[in-house]
């Protein structure tokens, strides 16, 4: 039996060596991490040799971050970045009822709102003045929105702010756009493009294992409906991130067989920018109340699916991004030392995590995450949706970075 890691071992990993904890694995799961380390691709991992990794507990499991910490640092280097934006979530009336969700109202509701595209346009140009460049918006989804709703959406908001990047639409809100409308999808999406839409947040994902979605959420989309949002959205060159929902009522291999699944479109598409784990708050949750799903994830749960992830999409997915509003401060360095690179966004006013009871909270400066990430002796950078921008943010008192950090900020 593996032993148990005691919460101050796991947390103390980052300063494991490899060398030191090698010789400590199981020799089995020793050879599928040197493969990867080797090769520096997941694909070269059978479905039994990932399953194994995902199970992994005790030193195995020290193994497995230590191992995802040093692939971080070759396939992304020292930098961490993160994006300045700016959340809009447009209305929490929705008639879906996902019961993982404490974001959404019915109609006639005391606290529901909608905002108008006015208000949405106002507050992409306050974003835009305070240093923005992408807004995400998605929303609930209420019964008769107007045909055209989203299309509405991205034209006010590109009427006011030209050149803001906009991340929006679940693969839900493209399958509700599509129902609205009649299009066609590739049609629907290809309208929404040339109307402004930049990327698509690959969410609505959750678990794409129809048995689980149906406990989750049994008038969700399917798997293979939001295979097919993302299959035709990249198809349509439109970019979107990928995500997962953990710490619920799914087991370990559900991770492992999304990862393949994401890694599969990855090799045809090439359209995922990052990979998103997130862990599931519980709380003031429906699904958690009807005794459906544990607690959330444990710490030693947070860690594996990061680092799971970036051994498995190694070669394939190379941001792995922490959802900070869903960990706190601490639990998110610890992931980015578990394999994680991205931070994720400023955001300015999250509502979906904090209804649920997060309590990382609204809104992390540009300046907080720029210390969070040198607390860590690595390498801060804002960057834009598509990473293909980044800019290297580093204290003007060199006092305060490390000889190691102001070097290879000049050759990042
Ligand atoms: S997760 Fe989205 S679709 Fe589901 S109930 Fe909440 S707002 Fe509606």
């Not at 006639?108 to 106002?122: C, G, I, K, N, V």
């Not at 993302?230 to 953990?246: D, E, K, P, W």
């Not at 941001?319 to 394999?339: E, M």
């Not at 804002?382 to 970075?401: D, M």
Request: aromatic fraction near 8%; proline fraction near 4%; charged fraction near 20%.
């Amino acid at each position: 039996m593996p032993r148990e890691l005691s919460p101050s071992e796991l947390e103390s990993f980052p300063s494991l060596d490899w060398s030191e904890i090698a010789p400590r694995l199981t020799p089995a799961l020793r050879s599928s991490l040197e493969k990867v380390l080797e090769t520096q691709n997941g694909a070269d991992l059978s479905l039994e040799e990932s399953y194994t990794l995902a199970n992994s507990e005790g030193d195995d499991l020290l193994g497995l971050l230590a191992a995802a910490n040093i692939l971080r640092a070759e396939l992304a280097g020292n930098i961490v970045t993160y994006i300045v934006n700016r959340n809009i979530n447009f209305t929490n009336i929705c008639f879906v009822g996902c019961k993982f969700c404490a974001f959404s109202r019915g109609p006639r509701e005391s606290d529901t709102y909608f905002l108008t595209l006015d208000q949405m346009a106002q507050k992409a140009v306050e974003a835009w003045q305070l240093g923005a460049t992408e807004v995400c918006i998605q929303g609930g989804l209420p019964r008769d929105l107007p045909k055209f709703h989203y299309r509405d959406i991205l034209r006010a908001v590109k009427n006011a702010v030209p050149r803001m990047h906009i991340h929006a639409f679940s693969p839900m809100e493209i399958v509700y756009g599509v129902e609205l409308t009649g299009m066609p999808l590739a049609d629907y999406l290809s309208m929404l493009r040339d109307n402004g839409l930049g990327t698509l947040p690959g969410t609505a994902a959750e678990i794409l294992d129809d048995e689980i979605r149906h406990i989750l959420s049994a008038n969700k989309l399917s798997t293979a409906q939001w295979v097919e949002v993302i299959r035709t959205a990249h198809r349509c060159g439109i970019r979107t991130t990928s995500t997962l929902m953990y710490g619920h009522a799914e087991t370990s291999a559900h991770w492992v067989r999304q990862m393949r699944l994401l890694r599969e479109i990855q090799s045809e598409t090439g359209g995922f920018t990052e990979f998103v784990p997130l862990g599931f708050v519980h709380q003031n949750t429906l699904l958690f109340q009807q005794g459906l799903a544990r607690t959330g994830p444990t710490l030693a749960e947070h860690l594996k699916v990061h680092a799971l992830a970036r051994v498995l999409l190694a070669g394939s997915i190379n941001n792995i991004q922490v959802s900070w509003v869903k960990l706190n401060r601490r639990l998110s360095q610890l992931c980015l030392h578990a394999g994680a690179n991205d931070y994720g966004g400023t955001l300015m006013e999250e509502n979906i995590s904090r209804e649920a009871g997060a309590t990382a909270g609204q809104y992390t400066s540009p300046e907080d995450f720029q210390s969070l990430i040198l607390e860590m002796g690595r390498i801060p950078a804002e960057r834009n949706t598509t990473y293909s921008r980044i800019n290297i943010k580093l204290p003007l008192n060199e006092a305060e970075c490390t000889a190691e950090q102001s070097l290879e900020a000049e050759f990042a």
